[in-house]
């Protein structure tokens, strides 16, 4: 996730969210969890904050579920399609 060159002239929540809505649909992370919140931000290098709001984002498009205490779920292209 380092690989992601982040543009500084657009929202970098919105880059990320779309980095990691691209690769839900690519398949990774199928049947896992998706990494927490701190990892999630040490990886790009921001703030957890900035995490949470691309997470929310992808929430709201359908690319993940989120379960309290249980962590944030990749939701497949054809799960979501079925609405």
Do not use: N
Request: a negative charge; aromatic letters at 4%; proline letters at 6%.
């Amino acid at each position: 996730m380092g690989d992601l060159e982040l543009d500084r002239s657009r929202p970098i929540w919105k880059q990320i969210s779309e980095d990691l809505a691209r690769r839900i649909d690519a398949g990774e992370w199928a049947g896992e969890r998706l990494p927490g919140l701190v990892e999630l931000s040490a990886r790009y290098d921001v703030a957890v904050s900035t995490i949470q709001k691309a997470i929310t984002h992808l929430k709201t498009t359908g690319h993940v579920r989120v379960e309290l205490g249980l962590g944030t779920w990749p939701v497949p292209p054809a799960e979501r399609q079925q609405g």
